[in-house]
Each structure stands twice: as structure tokens, then as C-alpha cells.
């Protein structure tokens, strides 16, 4: 078995105003530290629009899709924009992660990391915000119990920013399982532990800023892997931001890049056990752009470890 990489060169076409954070200069990084990696390559393609609606409404496609500037950028909020390239980056990051399902569920990889931007983890059912448009994550998801028939798939969200578009597009949908560590308070103000879905289906586990490792292997250890032991997951999901390391300039905890490698392995395991060690991840955040490289880099590591 192997591991995939995910891409496209159309995902370094989404580029944002200068000064921007999300910028393409992120997924340059990640890209060069995963370069010479012995990763099953794979282009993305894009997401079919049976795809993106299991998630969003065809109102909320169409807008994407009418937003999409000929010149210059759309501001489609303070935060979020779209460049002529946009609309097609955010279709492949879509589209990787339901290829991602695809291959693994079809045991040609054993797991599967999709690098690609922009990131989806913020996008509500109708609502673009936070840097992302679609919701990758939670399209994959659905598209695995959908097309696939699974009855079970989890998420886990170790992104410093709660992942409050995934929760509202799975909430209501009791074949998910939605768990998230965050750092709180931060942006977008939500995950608070008494957000628990509508089948007790999410669990938000919200640390204090300057968390570190110990913390955040507590959370990890008392409450996210029971909850996935009891969920039994057959395929398990990971929004994989790396903005919670020490270096990040948009938020304040304190994890390395060796948190990261010791959190894909608590996860490699809960699949080892329950899903055939099947594993789907996809980037989200991470800013700064070395700590951001060195992490993708561990996490990817382990998966190639693991999916030997």
C-alpha cells in the first residue's frame, strides 16, 4: 500500500490580495517539502456539481460560480476573495478530497493527503467566509456514505480556528462524526463545548491561547479518541491545519511540528483499529510558511509510515 498526494497547479492560481495570509506562497511551501517524498501523485480534479451539492445549495454554487471576477479580485467578504483563478482552485480542492475518497475506499492507496487551497473548513451551506468557498471536508464525507454507502465516517479538525463550516454542513447528519480542537477565544467566535450537533454527533474541544503540547495531548487523549471509539468510524477524515504551531501569526497556541506527527499517529491507530487504516486529510490553515512546510512534511511522513 502507499500514500497519495493530492494537487493541482490550478490551486496556485487562486491568489489572493497582497498581504493576504492564505497566500500561494503557502502551498509553494508545502509542495517543495513534500517534494522527492516516494507519494503516489495524483492531479485533482474537479469537484462534479453532484458533489458540491450534497453540501451547498445550488444557490451557493451559483454564486461562487457568478462571483468569479474576469480581472482583479471580488471580496466576497473582509477576509475572503476571488482572482480569476479561483473558481477553478476551489473546485479542485474539492475535487481532491472526493478523489481522495475514491482512491482509498477503492484500496489503491491506504491513505491519502490532498494538498490544495483554498481552504474549506469555514464554508457554512451558504455562506463563503474565513478564506474558503466550498467545504472540501464535508463533501468528501458525504460523498463516501452517498456514492460509497459507508454508515459511518468521522472528522477530526486540528486547525487552531474551530472548523464552524463543517460543523454546520454535518451537524444534522447523524452517519458523521465532527471533532475539532481549537483555540478559543479566536476566530469565528464559535465551538464551544455545548455545540454537540443534533445527534450528539460533534464534539468541540476549545483550548486556552498558549496551549502547548501537554494540553493539547490531554484533549487528543481523554476526548477526541474515546469519542471516535465509540462512534467506530469506517473511514476517518482529517482537516489538517498547522496554524496552531508556535510560530503562526494569526493565532496563539504553542504545538510543534512533532505535535502534529504524534497526533497523525493517535489517528493512524483509531483507523487501524476500526477502518481498515483507511485516512483521508486535507490542508486547511498555517501561515507561517516554515512552520507550515516542516509540519505538512511530518504529518505527510507519518501517513507514508503508516500506509506501508
Known sequence: MATALITHPECLEHVTPPGHPEQVARLDAVLSALDGLDLVRVPAPFAADDDLLRAHPKSHVSAIRQSAPDSGWTSLDADTHMSVGS??????????????????????????????????????????????????????????????????????????????????????????LFCSTHQMPLYPGTGHAHETGAYNNVLNVPLPGGAGSAIFKQAITEQVLP??????????????????????????????????????????????????????????????????????????????????
Open 227 to 308: 469519542m471516535l471509539k465509540r462512534f467506530k468510524p469506517e473511514l476517518l477524515l482529517t482537516s489538517a491545519g498547522f496554524d496552531a504551531h508556535s510560530a503562526d501569526p494569526l493565532a496563539g497556541m504553542d504545538l510543534s511540528e512533532n505535535d502534529f506527527a504524534w497526533v497523525t499517529h493517535q489517528l493512524c491507530d483509531i483507523a487501524d483499529e476500526y477502518c481498515g487504516g483507511r485516512v483521508v486529510s486535507t490542508l486547511e490553515g498555517g501561515y507561517d510558511l516554515g512552520a507550515l512546510a516542516t509540519s505538512a512534511k511530518a504529518h505527510v511522513e507519518v501517513l507514508m509510515e503508516r500506509g506501508q
Open 87 to 176: 473558481l477553478g482552485a476551489a473546485l479542485r480542492a474539492a475535487g481532491a478530497n472526493v478523489k481522495a475518497v475514491d482512491m482509498v475506499l477503492a484500496g489503491d492507496v491506504q491513505n491519502a493527503f490532498a494538498a490544495v487551497r483554498p481552504p474549506g473548513h469555514h464554508a457554512e451551506r451558504e455562506t463563503p467566509m474565513g478564506f474558503c468557498l466550498f467545504g472540501s471536508v464535508a463533501i468528501a464525507a458525504k460523498h463516501a456514505l452517498d456514492h460509497h454507502g459507508l454508515s459511518r465516517v468521522a472528522i477530526v479538525d486540528f486547525d487552531v480556528h474551530h472548523g464552524n463550516g463543517t460543523q454546520d454542513l454535518v451537524e444534522s447528519d447523524p452517519r458523521i
